[in-house]
């Protein structure tokens, strides 16, 4: 018998390792349809959905390597979640399904958990350093502030800013007042509708926006390097303002001589029809492309 | 932010007249419209502009900034029309109907005859008119903006909209 | 229904905001009165023609010349990010905020939020520096306050942004004074303090 299959055979003889210690939570508590809920967890995964019900339901495991859950607070005001020991970094896992009522106030704060809303009015403020956050449904508005954790914004609603460092943002709902800023990670914004006002914001994360704006809307994107590609109905009107040192302008929006130099050096201006809009477009040398969108 | 908006905003008077350039004739045509005659619209033009600057600090981007201006010149020229108004009742009567034809300098050109008749209309009616009909305004932003009632509002937009019909021949 | 009646509901007609019952009785009177129907239709087509005048109107003469002397200097220049909350709310709010954050970033933060006397681009940027230098040191005297990776992403990043903004200085010192540089440089300075305090903040959460 050969070594290799003495250790498997030995092995296979050996007790399974003991699964890790589980706390195993189903947890309910009144809450007012506004409440205001903080939700700590810093490893795992979260699942929270709404409800119409005045209360707030929490079911799932907890590792214990990962800490003990708590909760506690008012029907106005409350809170919940894993508390690892003081110092010491958690190491199992922890999984939550949370229901809310429709209108509550969220603050979520967690380290790596990975963090998936799907909302019905109401407002989040998620700060974390790693997680995946998704965040869908309807929301009155939204923030979210993260390290390196990927985030996806799927809803609807009046208002939304992201920080990331680099954690890729991408936006497919339809947000009213968008404000999203990374280092070097890119920008993929995707709305099918007018939105009032779109601030983009990277150093060296690409910034691709697909979208049109309301008849006073606003749009900024500027970026030390990365590239910018706008595609935005031909029909929008707008003051358009460019400002590029070092890097190619591709425009298929309107002809080369609309296109006015100034008033300083590598700036440009133009407008499209009644030019009540606004584009503010800065990059120091990414590319820029414009390029007319048309309705499927 | 526009860059001729920041500079103006950091006290570049020439930034601020490049803005002033872009959006004088949009401003004038709020002033014209609400006030009713020249003389007024055009001091009212130049008080929205030097208001502007004096708040220039307080624009933070959230909306264009073609829409904060426009604002900005509905509120002065509601205001200043409210005090003159006032100051003029002490010393002549304010039947601007008739003040509008002696105001309007002859040497204008011909306007349009729906323009006129706006121009023409009792300063209250035309108020709302132009806020209404022509900036788009509702009721209930037009009461607030102007102190007014909401059902003051729908009356004096009816008056407008008769007497309009009355004296445009079209 | 009368004439008189429906001419005193024609405004609410025209607007759609009458009542279905309402609008149908209009609607009746309407297919068998022609005068209504032509004052309907006049007052459609005035609604119309007023709706599409010119939303911009040239003055006759230039009107800066009643403007420019009466443009006093402005309060003192705002640079993006720097601005001073103005209100007791906003004070309360930066106060919460610095006791939430603790000792280190808050006197990083209460310098920040000192009102701007000295204005201009080289003094944001002083400012920008001093606070910077605050809050890399705060980092580096813990090397346990972050996790390896997450120290290694802000490595990077605080990389990237180091380059550009030495991009930046170099354009704009071959560019003294362009504005849109300037603005530029100083949107990296801010999202490299915005980093440094995420990732304290980062840091007190993973430990």
Redesign the interface.
């Known amino acids: 018998m050969r070594p290799l299959a003495v250790l498997l055979l030995f092995a296979a003889l050996l007790p399974p390792p003991p699964l890790p210690a589980q706390e195993a939570i189903d947890a309910g508590i009144p809450a007012s349809a506004t409440a205001a809920i903080r939700i700590w967890s810093?490893t795992g995964s979260i699942r929270l959905t709404t409800w119409a019900r005045d209360s707030v339901s929490v079911r799932g495991r907890v590792d214990a390597s990962a800490g003990h859950f708590f909760l506690g607070g008012t029907r106005e005001a409350l809170k919940f979640g894993v508390e690892s020991a003081a110092?010491v970094?958690p190491g199992g896992t922890a999984d939550l399904e949370i229901r809310v009522p429709a209108g509550a106030r969220l603050w979520i704060?967690?380290?790596a958990a990975e963090l998936d809303l799907t909302l019905d009015g109401g407002s989040a403020t998620i700060?974390?350093?790693?997680s995946r956050v998704r965040v869908a449904g309807r929301a009155h508005d939204v923030s979210v502030?993260t390290?390196?954790g990927n985030v996806e914004l799927a809803f609807d609603g009046d208002e939304a800013r992201v920080?990331t460092?680099?954690g890729t943002v991408v936006v497919r709902g339809i947000i009213q007042?968008l404000d999203a800023?990374t280092?070097?990670a890119a920008l993929l914004i995707g709305m099918e509708g007018k939105v009032?006002?779109v601030q983009l914001?990277t150093?060296?994360g690409e910034i691709a926006f697909k979208g049109d704006l309301v008849p006073?809307?606003?749009l900024?994107a500027?970026t030390?390097?990365g590239e910018i590609e706008l595609r935005m109905p031909p029909h929008l009107g707008a003051r358009w303002?460019l400002?590029s040192?070092g890097a190619g302008i591709v425009n298929q929006l309107v002809r080369a001589d609309a296109v006015k130099a100034g008033?300083?050096?590598?700036?440009w201006h133009f407008t499209t029809g009644?030019g009540?809009?606004?584009v503010?477009v800065?990059t120091?040398?990414g590319s820029v492309s414009l390029i007319p969108r048309f309705e499927p | 932010m526009n860059l001729t908006l920041a500079r103006a905003q950091q006290g570049d008077t020439d930034a601020f007249r490049l803005l002033y350039d872009e959006h004088v004739a949009r401003v004038y045509a709020l002033c014209l419209r609400m006030a009713g005659n020249i003389v007024e619209a055009e001091e009212f033009t130049q008080d929205v502009f030097v208001r502007a600057w004096e708040r220039l600090g307080t624009f933070r981007g959230e909306s264009a900034f073609s829409t904060w201006l426009h604002r900005l010149a509905v509120n002065e020229v509601l205001q200043s029309r409210r005090s003159r108004i006032r100051r003029e009742a002490r010393v002549m009567p304010t039947d601007t109907e008739t003040m509008a034809q002696h105001a309007a300098p002859a040497a204008v050109a011909p306007m349009p005859e729906l323009e006129q008749a706006i121009q023409n209309l009792p300063d209250g009616a035309r108020e709302v008119f132009v806020l209404y009909e022509i900036e788009g305004y509702q009721h209930q932003e037009i009461a607030a903006m102007t102190g007014i009632a909401e059902g003051t509002s729908k009356a004096q937009l009816h008056r407008a909209r008769r007497l309009l019909r009355e004296r445009v021949t079209r | 229904m009368t004439c008189q009646d429906v001419d005193l509901q024609l405004d609410a007609y025209i607007d759609g905001t009458l009542a279905p019952g309402e609008r149908a009785a209009v609607d009746a009177h309407l297919t068998q009165c022609a005068a209504c129907r032509e004052a309907l239709e006049k007052m459609r087509r005035l609604l119309l023609d007023s709706r599409a005048l010119p939303q911009s109107i040239t003055p006759a003469r230039d009107l800066w010349a009643g403007i420019a002397p009466r443009l006093a200097p402005p309060e003192p220049a705002r640079v993006p990010g720097w601005r001073a909350p103005s209100s007791p709310i906003g004070l309360a709010a930066a106060a919460i905020l610095l006791l939430a954050l603790g000792g280190a970033i808050g006197a990083t933060l209460s310098h920040r939020l000192r009102p701007a006397t000295d204005t201009g681009f080289t003094a944001a940027r002083a400012r920008y520096a001093a606070a910077t230098a605050t809050l890399a040191e705060q980092l580096a005297a813990d090397p346990a306050l972050l996790a390896v990776t997450t120290r290694s992403v802000i490595a990077q990043d605080l990389g990237i942004l180091d380059a550009a903004i030495r991009e930046a200085g170099t354009a704009l010192a071959a560019d003294p004074g362009n504005a849109a540089l300037e603005l530029m440089l100083l949107a990296r300075e801010q999202q490299r303090i915005d980093l440094l305090e995420r990732a304290l903040r980062a840091g007190r959460q993973e430990s």
């Not at chain 1, 700060?127 to 790693?130: E, F, I, K, Q, S």
């Open positions: 810093l110092g970094s704060t967690s380290a700060v974390t350093v790693g502030e390290l390196d920080r460092a680099s007042q800023a280092v070097s009032r006002s914001q150093t060296s006073d809307g606003v900024h500027e030390h390097g303002h400002v040192f008033p300083a050096k590598g700036e009644d009540r809009a606004t503010d800065r120091f040398k």
